[in-house]
């Protein structure tokens, strides 16, 4: 649990106050689909670059990064392992704008939008 409170506030941080962007871009949240990520299902967008990272433990794990995409619907949908327990972060940046998004799956599957610099 220790850890969950410490990767939020280093989140905090990085995020800086409601209202306050600090060029990480907005927030913007998106569909988890079957354990896939899609940052969009609307065929005219196109998502350029992502990246998608999780506090497990003591290790902090990128579990999928790419930049310089030309990424349309379906292949905006990325698979990454999901496990419980933990919190995912993402940046990613769609039709030339830059968003994040966070969220935290508890030991019951139940996925909790992270209100972090919303």
Request: proline share 2%; charged share 20%; aromatic share 14%.
């Amino acid at each position: 649990m220790k850890h969950v409170v410490a990767f939020v506030s280093a989140c905090s941080l990085l995020t800086g106050c409601v209202g306050e962007n600090l060029g990480v871009g907005e927030w913007r949240s998106y569909d988890i689909i079957n354990g896939n990520l899609c940052f969009t299902v609307d065929k005219s967008d196109v998502l350029s670059r992502y990246s998608i990272s999780s506090l497990q433990g003591d290790d902090f794990k990128n579990l999928a990064v790419a930049d310089y995409k030309h990424l349309i619907y379906p292949d905006t949908c990325i698979k990454v392992p999901l496990t419980r327990g933990y919190i995912y972060q993402t940046s990613y940046t769609l039709n030339n704008k830059v968003y994040r998004y966070g969220f935290f799956i508890d030991n019951n599957g139940l996925f909790i939008e992270l209100g972090c610099g919303k």
